[in-house]
């Protein structure tokens, strides 16, 4: 028997054919972070980092982590840079994501002052993990981060103070990208089975016939459609989103 004898033996069962579709789309978002009496800050210790609400891009939720002394938790007073970072909320599931990213710092109207070119990172979490604890409890994982331990040099941030720090406040806008997968549904063609099937509330559907309910009569039967046609229809068909 040749590889594709079952394709074209006679006297097989009932075709089935079946049509599906996903579109590809880019999911875009920002969150601008604002933090007054930003001078102050200068007094937490180096590796601590004041963290934003959560945002939401393409059904993930995301932060922004500012270290004002850095991420050394060594240098309290002798850290010469500011950290930013971008976190991926995966407390509750499994996710691996690629997203690109961008960190800007805006003067009082709201334009981007100083910033650095985006970047793509890939970031995986592990949701929560079952311990090794005897009464098995879940432990919940690091969120993987993002981003840039020298974002911005105190010495820069100081000679702009004029324009970043204005009435003592900095405002950070993170600009975050990523792909969202969306299903397609109608992709395949309407198949011709003309015959009343039942609903599983206990009702016949009788679309495919015609006339009041005491006289119906089947409508005339079109020819079911070639495999060829199947296919042109189901590639051409416009695309109709869940």
Same mark, same amino acid.
């Given at each position: 028997?040749?590889?594709?004898?079952?394709?074209?033996?006679?006297?097989?069962?009932?075709?089935?054919?079946?049509?599906?579709?996903?579109?590809?789309?880019?999911?875009?978002? #920002?969150?601008?972070?604002?933090? $007054?009496?930003?001078?102050? /800050?200068?007094?937490?210790?180096?590796?601590? #980092?004041?963290?934003?609400?959560?945002?939401?891009?393409?059904?993930?939720?995301? #932060?922004?982590?500012?270290?004002?002394?850095?991420?050394?938790?060594?240098?309290?007073?002798?850290? *010469?840079?500011?950290?930013?970072?971008?976190?991926?909320?995966?407390?509750? +599931?499994?996710?691996?994501?690629?997203? +690109?990213?961008?960190?800007?710092?805006? *003067?009082?109207?709201?334009?981007?002052?100083?910033?650095?070119?985006?970047?793509?990172? /890939?970031? +995986?979490?592990?949701?929560?993990?079952?311990?090794?604890?005897?009464?098995?409890?879940?432990?919940? /994982?690091?969120?993987?981060?993002?981003?840039? &331990?020298?974002?911005?040099?105190?010495?820069?941030?100081?000679?702009?103070?004029?324009? %970043?720090?204005?009435?003592?406040? %900095?405002?950070?806008?993170?600009?975050?990208?990523?792909?969202?997968?969306? %299903?397609?549904?109608?992709?395949?063609?309407?198949?011709?089975?003309?015959? &009343?099937?039942?609903? $599983?509330?206990? $009702?016949?559907?009788?679309?495919?016939?015609?006339?009041?309910?005491? /006289?119906?009569?089947?409508?005339?039967?079109?020819?079911?459609? *070639? $495999? +060829?046609?199947?296919?042109?229809?189901?590639?051409?068909?416009?695309?109709?989103?869940?």
């Amino acid at each position: 028997m040749t590889a594709s004898a079952l394709f074209s033996a006679a006297g097989s069962g009932a075709l089935t054919r079946a049509a599906s579709g996903i579109v590809a789309k880019a999911a875009r978002g #920002f969150q601008v972070f604002r933090i $007054d009496g930003y001078s102050l /800050t200068n007094h937490l210790p180096g590796g601590m #980092f004041i963290s934003s609400p959560p945002f939401t891009v393409g059904g993930r939720n995301w #932060f922004v982590d500012l270290y004002p002394n850095g991420v050394d938790a060594s240098k309290d007073d002798d850290s *010469d840079s500011v950290s930013l970072f971008l976190r991926l909320d995966g407390q509750r +599931q499994k996710d691996r994501v690629r997203a +690109q990213y961008k960190f800007s710092l805006l *003067d009082a109207a709201g334009n981007a002052a100083y910033e650095l070119p985006p970047s793509t990172a /890939t970031l +995986q979490c592990l949701g929560q993990v079952r311990s090794q604890h005897p009464y098995h409890h879940m432990e919940e /994982t690091e969120n993987p981060t993002c981003g840039y &331990a020298e974002f911005i040099t105190k010495e820069e941030l100081e000679k702009r103070r004029d324009i %970043l720090l204005k009435d003592d406040r %900095l405002a950070v806008r993170c600009d975050v990208a990523v792909v969202q997968l969306e %299903l397609l549904l109608n992709v395949a063609p309407k198949e011709n089975y003309n015959h &009343a099937s039942r609903h $599983d509330g206990g $009702d016949w559907d009788y679309s495919d016939w015609e006339g009041a309910p005491e /006289t119906r009569r089947r409508r005339q039967q079109r020819p079911t459609l *070639d $495999d +060829q046609e199947y296919v042109r229809r189901c590639l051409s068909k416009s695309q109709g989103r869940r």
